[in-house]
């Protein structure tokens, strides 16, 4: 199995993980779904798991693996407070736009 991967340039990994990040960065700063920024901000840590994965593959190491690991745990941890908070946001605002959470201020 590790052979087979291998055989794919580390250079089509990165580029696959950029086009993914940017596109993750992208529905960031033009999206106002809430619901779809919190799917952007995980497909930017995926890019970066893929990225993390690939070099470890392609290294040997498994540290990259372990930090694969965490960061897993870590937006699992972040949906979950995300979906949450944006709930409550709903039930304030009867609306999932991120531009009327300025009025949260007052």
Known sequence: MLEIIRQVPVEYYVLYSAIL?????MGVL???N???????IELMLNAVNL???AFSTY???SKGQ???FFIMVVAAAEAAVGLGILI???R???STDISLLDKLRN
């Open 66 to 68: 372990l930090m694969v």
């Open 88 to 90: 409550m946001i709903y």
């Open 34 to 40: 809430a619901i779809v920024v919190l799917m952007c």
């Open 92 to 94: 304030n605002t009867k």
């Open 51 to 53: 990225l993390l994965a």
């Open 21 to 25: 990040f940017t596109i993750g960065v």
């Open 59 to 61: 290294l040997s190491d």
């Open 30 to 32: 033009i999206r106002r």
